[in-house]
């Protein structure tokens, strides 16, 4: 049972790495035995986080996702050094918060640039390969806010629907070619970045209104879902975003206490 979970030998190659969600990923798999290259825009912060590996597996690659020749070339050098590419994991992304009115077009389309056309390019380059060899996984990290969008991200929620239905409509184009195309949705994760958001204890009980589980998530809460959609064990499985929010996405609490609760008839 053990071995449907093996991601021992395998290659990953995680875009937006160097740091939170990507990074743990990385650290995961290599942990596990795969070898492992994550890739970023700054060669100080992915040198940085390769520093912290004590297994010798994760590497690292300059890539500007929002510049294709770039995917091409990252893509092209991890194949030459590493071999063929068994999991793409796609986790490149930004945002920027602030009221949909007071966007600028440049901040609207670096955000789609980044999060929707440099992961959709990334996925075409790491694909054709896959398509080609006959088997690889994809993992695209998408977000709660594909589900519901959350106020002051509207460019951010439209780019990750817009992952979603990348991730169905690859599923199908490449699940006859042996290629498996899955999302992870996260929840509220606390990294560095979000940490000084979180720390306001409003939005901390506001958490616990909206999260079932009334905790805020850690990245190691992601951590079984990539291993699990990477390995034999997700085999039949495309085409799927698991939601590892806490509940977040199941639906709305009311803010009701019981004394107001009536039973009607139906």
């Not at 806010?145 to 106020?151: A, V, Y």
Request: neutral net charge; glycine residues 12%; proline residues 3%.
């Amino acid at each position: 049972m053990a071995d449907m979970f093996d991601v021992a030998g395998t290659v990953v190659l995680v875009s937006g790495g160097s740091r939170g969600i990507g990074l743990a990923m990385a650290q995961c798999f290599a942990d596990r035995g795969a070898t492992v290259v994550i890739t970023g825009r700054g060669k100080d912060s992915l040198e940085q986080a390769c520093a912290g590996d004590k297994t010798g597996r994760l590497h690292y690659d300059i890539c500007d996702v929002a510049d294709e020749t770039s995917i091409s070339a990252s893509v092209a050098r991890v194949v030459k050094t590493h071999g063929d590419i068994d999991t793409l994991i796609n986790c490149a992304g930004i945002n920027i918060r602030k009221p949909a009115v007071e966007y600028s077009a440049s901040e609207f389309d670096d955000i789609l640039r980044i999060n929707q056309r440099g992961t959709f390019l990334m996925s075409q380059v790491v694909g054709r390969l896959m398509v080609a060899r006959g088997r690889g996984s994809m993992i695209n990290i998408d977000s709660l806010s594909s589900c519901g969008p959350l106020t002051q991200i509207v460019p951010y929620a439209m780019s990750k629907s817009a992952m979603s239905s990348m991730t169905k409509g690859l599923a199908l184009e490449w699940g006859k070619h042996g290629v498996r195309v899955n999302g992870i949705a996260p929840g509220f994760i606390l990294t560095d970045l979000t940490r000084k958001l979180w720390s306001d204890p409003n939005m901390h009980a506001w958490n616990k209104t909206v999260v079932p589980m009334q905790r805020m998530g850690a990245v190691d809460d992601l951590l079984g879902a990539a291993i699990f959609l990477a390995s034999p064990a997700a085999g039949f499985m495309t085409g799927q975003t698991i939601r590892v929010d806490g509940g977040a996405s199941a639906g709305v609490n009311w803010p009701i206490a019981g004394d107001f609760l009536v039973t009607t008839a139906s």
